[in-house]
């Protein structure tokens, strides 16, 4: 799909990238608002496509979705929005990936760290979007996840246009699990890579996931220090 106009088309396809917590956690949530979602594994190749019921845990309700899940091998286009939920570290290799079959669609990067874009700056992807996540996640099971969103995820350009970046908002956003433009989104993203440092740092000592902090008042102190 070609951006055109700095305009995207109406009730493209979304792509999410990775079979992780928050891709099932997205597609859920984006298939129950009508959305037309497949999930793709880039570590498998040749993969037949198939259906599974996704179950999401928000701690109101429990919400389910049948999404399809097929291989990145399968598709020679990429015709829509691709959401990267995939570790980063593997972006290299993916953006050689999708240099041929995706490289003027919007790219989204869902993923937590410093720089995670640099690979496809360098290939000359030109509508490269990047997510600050805003929620916290845990895996049930193959099939369930725990999902709770905190706030509106932050999204900004790296190379694209504010025309675009609103569409993809519009089109990714639900009540669920919500996103919101971010005039200066590489800010944010230093501040969640500092956070994420004490996070990480303090969790292992009091054996609590990181979602702790926004539900736990003395937890949230002992980060303040």
Known sequence: MKVINNQLPNNQHIYLIGNGVIGKALAVSLILQGKN???LRCSVDGMQAYK???EVE????????EVTISALSNYAQLDGIVLLTNKSFGNEQLADKLKD????SPIVFLQNGLH??????DRGFANL??????????SVSETKVRFR??????????SGSTEVLQNIVDEISTAGFTFRTEENIQVIIWK???TNCVFNSICPLLEIDNGVFYRNTAALELQKK
Do not use: H, M, W
């Open 101 to 104: 079959i995706a490289k003027n």
């Open 52 to 54: 599974k019921i996704i």
């Open 37 to 39: 979602v497949t999930i």
């Open 116 to 121: 995670v874009e640099d690979s496809f700056i």
């Open 192 to 194: 969640k890579a500092i």
């Open 149 to 158: 969103l905190v706030a509106a995820s932050p999204v900004g350009i790296i």
């Open 58 to 65: 928000t701690g109101e309700e429990i919400l389910k979705a």
């Open 129 to 138: 979007y990047r997510c600050v996540l805003f929620a916290t996640s845990q």
